[in-house]
């Protein structure tokens, strides 16, 4: 599984690909020339990691259990592999925001609410929190506890709810332009609201659709708005 590094100091910003997209999207797509002010700042370090959705929920080749068994055997990956990597090529252990766009968001959202002790915060940008839009009604537990919209209304653990209480960088960011779904993103707000964990939910015009040029717009606005 292939990772690519920008910068040099910072906090860790780990970037997940949309839909069956890999490693070097964002910079194909331009968002690390967007980023670059704050990367050679060394207000941010970036990592981006490949998906594998195209070898789970957007492979129609194979059963839908096989599907999630590779997407639980994904979250294992980032969790044991990707956040070890990042400690260690940061010389220590360091804040950790995960971030995407579209499919990326709902990862993104999903790690750091299953792991509070390991992420520190999300820059969630166009999601849909409900992993069931993707598994064309197949639902077993691994769906369930990948699912933020299904599992976060039902969560009562102490512990991940103090630490997600906590945090200081849970930004929802969504978009009103064409093929957004910005309901998706008020569901995930309120849920948190009634969580009573601290958010902001960031709502964009309809001239802004779901696409390229307004992540670019998003993830910069944020790091500006809220890590400096």
Known sequence: ??????????????????????????????????????????????????????????????????????????????????VPFIF????????????????????????????PDLFEGTIAMSGIYDLKVYTDGYFDENCYFNSPIDYLPNLNDRRILSLLRQKQHIHLFTAQGP???????????????VKGIPHTLDVWGTDMPHDWPTWRAMLPYAIEKYFL
Not at 18 to 40: K, Q
Not at 179 to 193: F, G, M, R, V
Request: glycine share 6%.
């Open 179 to 193: 093929y957004e779904h910005p309901q998706a993103t008020y569901d995930l707000s309120n849920i948190l609201k």
């Open 1 to 82: 599984m292939p990772i690519v590094a920008y910068g040099h100091y910072g906090f860790a910003l780990l970037l997940f690909p949309t839909a069956a997209a890999d490693f070097l999207e964002y910079e194909r797509f331009y968002m690390i020339d967007a980023l670059r002010s704050y990367i050679e700042r060394g207000v941010v370090k970036v990592y981006s990691i490949n998906s594998i959705n195209n070898e789970s929920w957007l492979n129609p080749r194979i059963p839908p259990r096989q599907k999630s068994r590779r997407h639980y055997q994904y979250t294992l990956y980032v969790e044991n592999e990707v």
């Open 88 to 115: 260690t090529h940061c010389n220590g252990r360091v804040p950790i925001i995960t971030s995407g766009a579209s499919f990326g968001a709902l990862h993104g959202a999903n790690f750091l609410f299953r792991r």
